[in-house]
């Protein structure tokens, strides 16, 4: 081996861990750089969003969520080694020990430069009976095998979903449209917490509208089991709801315990902490990226844990750019959302109204009602934009979105308009595509605008 | 009348004029602000841009298309005189000569402020036949009626449709809609010239592919006509085709006649010459908005005629506040437009190759495809985003953009990222929508920022 070649070790072998081997070596051939990843399942390079839609139905089976198999990334010249799992990280030494989960055999490997990219694990509270056969999260593709399976195998038809977020309400529909009924357990008042509560209400209806009983203010206190063993209801503190199935949509948390082991910097909410070139700070030869990672958001100015597939493509490209010797920053999110129920349309960017007043931003709200094209145009449907914009300054601090068709990709213009820090009276001038069949004259977007703009005069100094 | 009460006169009651006086109502009562408005036709606030579905048989009929009523302005204190034309303008005496084109009664009108929203016209060659029963432009509803009764009075179902934009291109399309065998004579060889042509043969192939004869390179020399004196043919250099009906799409003019005789400043392309608040250069009580004016082109920082609802709306809404005394500017365009053929969605925004060469910025370009959902997702459709970045910068300067549904109105967020001057590679970074039925998980227009970035790095200093 020559003196000059390096070695790169990667820890997770899905989006930012592959995209960031795969974008390593792009830029620096086997000759100069060797590659080894380490992931624990069978699986690479997935689409861990897409598994609502395989179960419900929409997409044909497993491998259609498989962008890049282990062994079209091995073909490439990278040394993916599946079922193995990392151990242990040794910064001090360089160096990670690994154990093959089919052999049983362990060992430590050495690195020049490493990538951590160790994902997020689903938030199972430690209530009796959560572990119970039955009981499923939705993170990776062994989850969405163990649930179809599942489902497949259970004796009735009725599904608890706890939680009601974006993961809570696509499995909704996807148990809906497998023939199940649906009750969708959820904590807060409204479903899609990601919203202001009087945009959730939109959603709320539309989940009902499709069959599904939603509860508010539940608090799962205990999964309860039949005499196999397999989940047969889940308790609240103020009911029981029999179930047949159980799938846990109350978010992820991020994957870092053996980043902790190794004493490397965590946020607020466990998440590893970079600099812009996604290097683990005080590292320079350690990265991280995707859902085990706190990112920078651009409109409040705070770090927090967005685990999103699209963040995580960015990061392994932005990692692969520096690790062969390109260069390439991560600037931050603006916190873009967006998702589907039936055919309504759910869609966010920026701050909810609690979250500026986390961060102690003053702002006014406008919320306005519109189409997605002309009133006059075949298939024009209603749409409800929501805009916060800052006091005095105007400048915008976030969109919220529900409408059906050609409301959801809406908020982009927000997203790009928040990256540039505009103020709403600015975006009422947003030269946006106008034709009668996407839009109409005034786009929803713009009437938003206007109001905000007329919200912020108002509110004065 | 009190000494402070002021006369507003508007010439012409469409987007631009309508949406002025309206929005000057709303700051000021009839007690201090009296509004006369002269409209030529008997129609007002109408959308002009829907009269292609109308045609085709999208709208049910006329009055879906009009936005309000002249009744409706007369309910709001806006003494609305239909079916008079201004013939005259002095605004050394600040008086406008008008007639009323059913009596014939003529006088003039004193003004305070004046607000010019007199449109454009459809451009008619001179060439013989031009004006014979059957050739029909469409720029208004008169026009629509005119044509739908030319359509049905047609001997035979065969049209011809002179030119391929925007216009032309819809027309074909409902004609098509409305039985008609349909040929496109283009001056151009693509159509859709408001694309590059590499763009532009993509809806070729669409407008073929549904039995549109589309001819490029054919320059009109002649309109032949019956025994009747209805037309019977369309002549050019190289052929002759017969036509029992001839639709008029090449494109509109400034109806600026008024204004030139008034010797009011126009430019290259005969509009208005407006400041920022949309006032007639050098005329401080003079505004003026929407088809008769030249607008500021962001992008190449040169004046464009851009004839479009959207914008005559904004021009209303910024003149009518400066006319109530509020504020408000019109800062310029993008050059954004979508369109749609069949299901063919195009959209344009910024710069084509030609614009840029013309302002002496030198740009690389950009093209990649891709699809409108994650690729495993039902509907997935394909799409063509060609990007344009200025050499040495990576500034932005131009998106166009060809696919099925879901493809025209990303272009929106090429739109923001123009007004905000961002480069190609800030673009990388946008935080936009994804999720499985919205997007891949590297949105086509962040593939295209991509590729637009290698190729600005590629292209050096």
């Known amino acids: 081996m020559a003196g000059t070649k390096e070695r790169l070790v990667v820890i997770g072998g899905d989006a930012a861990g592959m995209s960031a081997a795969s974008q390593a070596r792009r830029l620096k051939g086997p000759d100069e750089l060797e590659i080894v990843a380490f992931e624990r399942s069978r699986f690479t390079s997935y689409s861990a969003c897409g598994i609502p839609y395989w179960v419900g139905g929409d997409v044909a089976g497993r491998d259609e969520l498989i962008a890049r198999t282990p062994d079209e990334h091995r073909a490439r010249a990278i040394d993916l080694r599946t079922r193995t799992e990392v151990l242990e990280l040794d910064t001090a030494r360089q160096r990670v020990r690994a154990r093959d989960l089919e052999s049983g055999d362990e060992g430590w490997t050495g690195y020049d430069k490493l990538v951590i990219a160790t994902g997020a694990r689903p938030v199972r509270p430690p209530?009796?009976?959560?572990?119970?056969?039955?009981?499923?999260?939705?993170?990776?593709?062994?989850?969405?095998?163990?649930?179809?399976?599942?489902?497949?195998?259970?004796?009735?038809?009725?599904?608890?979903?706890?939680?009601?977020?974006?993961?809570?309400?696509?499995?909704?529909?996807?148990?809906?449209?497998?023939?199940?009924?649906?009750?969708?357990?959820?904590?807060?008042?409204?479903?899609?917490?990601?919203?202001?509560?009087?945009?959730?209400?939109?959603?709320?209806?539309?989940?009902?509208?499709?069959?599904?009983?939603?509860?508010?203010?539940?608090?799962?206190?205990?999964?309860?089991?039949?005499?196999?063993?397999?989940?047969?209801?889940?308790?609240?503190?103020?009911?029981?709801?029999?179930?047949?199935?159980?799938?846990?949509?109350?978010?992820?948390?991020?994957?870092?315990?053996?980043?902790?082991?190794?004493?490397?910097?965590?946020?607020?909410?466990?998440?590893?902490?970079?600099?812009?070139?996604?290097?683990?700070?005080?590292?320079?030869?350690?990265?991280?990226?995707?859902?085990?990672?706190?990112?920078?958001?651009?409109?409040?100015?705070?770090?927090?844990?967005?685990?999103?597939?699209t963040h995580a493509n960015k990061h392994g490209q932005v990692i692969g750019s520096g690790v062969g010797g390109g260069y390439a920053t991560f600037p931050g999110v603006v916190g873009t959302a967006v998702s589907k129920v039936c055919d309504l349309e759910i869609a966010r960017t920026g701050l909810r109204e609690k979250d500026a007043r986390a961060v102690g931003l003053r702002y006014v709200t406008a919320t306005i009602e519109s189409t997605s094209r002309a009133g006059y145009y075949p298939g024009a449907a209603p749409m409800t934009v929501k805009m916060l914009a800052e006091r005095r300054t105007g400048r915008l601090l976030g969109v919220q979105i529900v409408g059906r068709e050609g409301a959801g990709k809406r908020v982009d213009v927000a997203a790009v308009a928040l990256t540039a820090r505009m103020t709403v009276e600015q975006m009422t001038a947003l030269d946006l595509g106008y034709a009668p069949p996407f839009s109409p004259v005034w786009d929803p977007v713009l009437v938003a605008a206007r109001k905000a703009t007329a919200a912020v005069a108002k509110a004065g100094y």
Chains 1, 2 share one sequence.
């Open 127 to 309: 209530l009796p009976g959560i572990d119970a056969p039955g009981v499923h999260g939705v993170q990776n593709l062994a989850d969405g095998e163990a649930l179809i399976a599942s489902l497949d195998a259970a004796r009735g038809r009725r599904a608890v979903v706890v939680g009601a977020g974006y993961i809570g309400v696509e499995m909704a529909e996807a148990l809906v449209n497998r023939g199940f009924g649906v009750t969708v357990l959820n904590r807060g008042e409204q479903p899609m917490s990601t919203l202001d509560p009087d945009m959730g209400a939109l959603v709320h209806g539309a989940m009902n509208g499709m069959g599904v009983t939603t509860v508010g203010g539940a608090e799962v206190t205990k999964v309860l089991t039949g005499e196999d063993g397999r989940v047969s209801a889940v308790a609240t503190e103020d009911g029981t709801y029999p179930a047949d199935v159980v799938v846990l949509g109350i978010g992820v948390t991020p994957e870092t315990e053996l980043a902790r082991g190794a004493g490397l910097p965590l946020g607020a909410s466990g998440g590893l902490l970079t600099d812009l070139a996604m290097r683990v700070r005080g590292h320079e030869n350690v990265w991280a990226g995707g859902d085990c990672v706190e990112v920078l958001d651009l409109v409040s100015g705070t770090l927090r844990h967005v685990p999103l597939g």
